[in-house]
């Protein structure tokens, strides 16, 4: 075989190497990785009184890790307390008012009912039943305006003292969010305050997110864009030790509806012209993903 065949035909696998390659890689995309970040905020104000927690630490939603200073609002909460014994104790006690008229009005009744009997046997006139009978209408008008008359007071008390639950409601949440709950689940990433500093209600105190989950943010091209499902399973593969690659099942969670130009941190500076999709590609992590790693997914 002479020098001038041998080129053409080094040429030929040279070509159709190449081409095979960017066959391959035609589906393929890269991009980092990140995690859902929440940042938890102080919900109160005052000193940080205990916060428990370091950075890297693994917190279960519900957890306490500390409480601001709520001595003021423990004082509030006593006086209010207090307000609302002495208002519940000036309601009258109906039952017992409205007795004694009620015997009285049985009184006047059985009176009536003799004066009757003796009216029948010509032994009373019947003025002294008509005075017995102006007695008993006295004496259940008079019962039924001081029933009124109660019922309105003791309504009145009782207004009274739910407006001071209502204020006692009130402090009990503000003495509720002196306590610092971690709110979900997930490991500490930064932690901005602590023990003893003076916080505020929206003042970060640390960051957290759920690492057993992750999620490669890739970017494909127009021609993917059309293949591309939510729900697909996709190939995800990392860097590992000694040059070799681990690969993950992963999930597309999420594909942008809108092109923008590929980020510096992922093409050639040729390439970031071109127009891309972002995808979301959720990947079970066994620990070794960290946020911004680099990443590579096969569709």
Avoid: H
């Amino acid at each position: 075989m002479n020098r001038k065949n041998l080129t053409i035909q080094l040429l030929a696998l040279s070509t159709l190497f190449f081409s095979c390659k960017n066959n391959g890689l035609e589906n393929d995309a890269s991009g980092t990785f990140e995690a859902t970040e929440t940042v938890i905020s102080a919900e109160a104000a005052g000193k940080i009184m205990a916060f428990d927690i370091d950075e890297g630490d693994l917190l279960t939603a519900g957890q306490t890790i500390g409480y601001i200073d709520s001595t003021q609002l423990y004082l509030t909460k006593l006086q209010l307390q207090q307000n609302q014994k002495a208002i519940l104790s000036g309601r009258p006690d109906t039952k017992v008012q409205l007795e004694a008229l009620q015997k009285e009005l049985d009184n006047a009744l059985s009176d009536k009912q003799r004066i009757e009997n003796l009216v029948k046997g010509n032994v009373a006139s019947q003025k002294q039943l008509d005075d017995a009978n102006t007695r008993i209408a006295i004496l259940q008008s008079k019962m039924a305006a001081t029933k009124s008359s109660l019922t309105t007071t003791t309504s009145t008390i009782n207004e009274q003292s739910n407006t001071v639950a209502i204020q006692l409601a009130s402090v009990e949440d503000q003495l509720r969010k002196c306590r610092i709950v971690n709110p979900v689940n997930g490991t500490v990433l930064t932690k901005y305050a602590n023990a003893f500093e003076v916080t505020a209600p929206g003042k970060p105190l640390y960051k957290i997110a759920d690492l057993t989950e992750m999620y490669l943010r890739a970017y494909i091209t127009a021609d993917q864009f059309g293949k591309a499902k939510i729900g697909d399973m996709v190939k995800v593969s990392i860097d590992a030790a000694e040059g070799t690659t681990k690969e993950y099942e992963g999930v597309i969670e999420w594909i942008s509806n809108k092109s923008e130009f590929t980020p510096k941190t992922i093409q050639t500076k040729d390439e970031r012209a071109n127009l891309v999709y972002a995808v979301k590609i959720k990947v079970k992590n066994d620990g070794l993903i960290k946020i911004g790693m680099y990443g590579e997914v096969k569709f």
